[in-house]
């Protein structure tokens, strides 16, 4: 059968990112003998127009959408994508009768408010690589793939789901042939990282996470050599900025030493980086082994460095945990991101200066402090729960699609930014969501990959704002 498969990220903040889920199902589908056209419509002037025409010139018997955000999880500043999505599934179905599929990050968010969005046949929550081939087969025999686990539509107006598969642990790790399905210069030029996934699965329990929902609470590990391979197969093909997109990159821990160490026995020229480490299980054995595996940058996702709000979070850890982490940190040589999450529940005023004292004193200058004020409340959630209890959520588990944040009724939203700004305007080193936002991001991007920088281009914040403030812009 002819396959066209769309990515509909048009996203260029705080950077492109490859879609890389996408790509793992064109190549599964080819694989599975279909002749497929991947059509990403990231760097595309007019996006129906294109989905029109690939429709029209080539023919498709099945069309799989890849949807991966639903909104850029700014408070303040909020986008919200899936109103092109709308667009793009009219265009298709005024073309063609064949089944319309979908698939992606978003979709495992809010399966059956995007469902709605569009006369689409189905999606596949979770695991597509192996769901979308046997959903294939189907098409092509006529007949029927609303059995096959972790397919969800809407049946006569009514929402229905099967349980996704289970991956199961040592699956090879999936490196896409990047360079066959999309402009991998245009990638790079904006200083988008190469993704590459060491495992699925998920199995903590913070309040307001998609994560379990989108790829399940239980690990599907990646085998270590595999992954090791495939590093050193895409760095072999210029593909050299390499970013892990687990969910969180050192748990189990077990895991990610033994990825660390196969990665460390190959040689690849990679530089990689990962955004998601747990304090929890960070030491200096892990980051020595992410020293010889040729880390370049490395993030961790503390959300806050006070207990009531760590608590109130159920990160799992303590601010025991998250001193230890600077300790380690500053043992080290790769550059870090902390990442913070203001307004949690729990969180009140003394807490938001708790957690600024920390990112002031322990953060390393030459390190980023990375913060973003309000929570994304997804259905299904604790956080969910929570809001409702607390009379700070009225509007219905449906109508959660466009975006809705949760900020402590403790504390007061525009008091935190305040405070943030002055903290920023003390350390050239932090950032806030307007900093990631910035319209003129993309161009820095394309600028600094001219100068010869790569990513993480983080590594250069201070420099960076300090540029731009010399130029009067308020960063
Ligand atoms: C790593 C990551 C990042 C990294 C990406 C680095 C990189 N080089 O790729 C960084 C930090 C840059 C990032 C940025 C952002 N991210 Co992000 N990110 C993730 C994360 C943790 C993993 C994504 C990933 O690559 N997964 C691995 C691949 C293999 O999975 P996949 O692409 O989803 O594909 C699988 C399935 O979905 C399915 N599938 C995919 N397509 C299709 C198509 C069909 C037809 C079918 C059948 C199946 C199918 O099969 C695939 C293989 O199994 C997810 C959360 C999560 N656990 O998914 C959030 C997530 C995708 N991000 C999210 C968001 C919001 C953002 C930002 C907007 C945040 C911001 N304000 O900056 C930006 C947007 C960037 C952009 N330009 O679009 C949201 C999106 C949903 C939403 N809430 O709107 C998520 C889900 C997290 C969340 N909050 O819930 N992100």
Same mark, same amino acid.
């Given at each position: 059968?002819?396959?066209l498969?769309v990515c509909?990220?048009r996203?260029?903040?705080?950077m492109?990112v490859m ?18 056209r991947l059509?990403d419509?990231?760097f595309?002037?007019?996006?129906t ?6 429709v ?5 018997d099945?069309?799989?959408i890849?949807?991966r ?12 994508f ?5 667009d ?8 063609t ?5 979908l698939g ?12 709605r ?13 192996t769901?979308?081939?046997l959903?294939l087969?189907r098409?092509?025999?006529?007949g029927d ?12 107006g ?12 040592s ?46 609470s239980?690990?599907?590990?990646k ?6 391979d ?7 093909t ?17 895991h990610?030493m033994?990825?660390c ?8 020229r ?5 955004l ?8 200096d054995s892990?980051?020595t ?5 040729g880390?370049v =940058?490395? =993030? ?10 760590l608590?109130?979070l159920?990160?799992?850890f ?10 380690v940190?500053r043992?080290?040589g790769?550059?870090?991101?902390w ?5 949690g ?5 003394e807490?938001v200066?708790?957690?600024?004292r ?13 913060f973003n004020t309000g ?7 604790e ?29 007061d ?20 969501m ?6 003129f ?5 394309r600028?600094?990959?001219?100068? =010869?920088?790569?990513?993480?281009l983080?590594?250069?914040t201070r420099?960076?704002?300090?540029c731009?403030?010399?130029a =009067?812009?308020?960063?």
């Open positions: 059968m002819n396959i498969l509909t990220n996203n260029t903040l705080p492109p879609p890389i889920g996408a790509c793992i199902i064109a190549h599964a589908s080819e694989r599975s003998g279909h002749t497929v059509l419509l990231m595309t002037r007019d996006a127009a294109e989905v029109e025409s690939a029209t010139g080539f023919h498709p099945a069309v799989g890849s949807v955000n639903i909104d850029n999880n700014d408070m303040r500043n909020t986008v919200f899936l109103d092109d999505l709308r793009i599934l009219d265009a298709i179905r005024t073309r009768g064949a089944p319309i599929l992606g990050a978003a979709l495992g968010v809010m399966p059956e408010e995007i469902l969005l569009g006369d689409v046949s189905g999606g596949v929550i979770g695991d597509g690589e769901i979308f081939p959903l087969d098409i092509s025999q006529g793939f609303h059995d096959l686990p972790g397919v969800a539509c809407i049946e006569n009514t929402f229905r789901r099967n349980p996704p598969a289970s991956l199961g642990n699956a090879p790790c999936p490196a896409p042939d990047y360079h066959r399905w999309l402009n991998t210069t245009a990638y790079r030029s904006h200083m988008a990282t190469v993704p590459i996934q060491t495992k699925t699965g998920c199995p903590f329990q913070c309040v307001y996470c998609t994560y379990p929902k989108i790829e399940g239980a690990y599907g590990l085998e270590p050599a595999s992954v090791a495939a590093v050193a197969r895409l760095a072999a210029g593909l050299r900025d390499i970013e892990i997109v687990d969910s969180v990159f050192n748990a189990p821990p077990e990610a033994n990825v160490a196969a990665l460390a026995r190959v040689k690849h990679a530089r990689l980086q990962c998601e480490l747990n304090p929890l299980f960070l030491d892990l980051l082994a992410m020293e010889r595996a880390f =940058g490395m =993030g961790i996702t503390l959300e806050s460095a006070s207990d009531p709000v608590r109130g159920k990160k799992g303590t601010t025991r945990e998250v001193h230890h982490a600077a300790e940190v043992r080290h790769i550059p870090c991101a990442i913070f999450l203001l307004g529940p729990g969180e009140t005023a807490t200066k708790e957690t600024l920390f990112a002031e004193k322990q953060i390393r200058p030459r390190d980023v402090a990375f929570i994304r409340i997804y259905p299904g959630t956080l969910e729960s929570i809001a409702r209890r607390q009379g700070v959520l009225s509007r219905a588990p449906g109508d959660m699609l466009s975006p809705v944040f949760y900020v402590s009724p403790e504390v939203a525009p008091w935190v930014e305040r405070e943030l700004k002055k903290s920023m305007n003390r350390h050239m080193n932090f950032l806030n307007d900093s990631l936002g910035m319209s991001l993309p161009t820095i991007h600028f600094g990959h001219r100068l =010869g920088f790569r990513p993480p983080w590594r250069h420099s960076i704002r300090r731009l403030r010399f =009067g812009m308020d960063v």
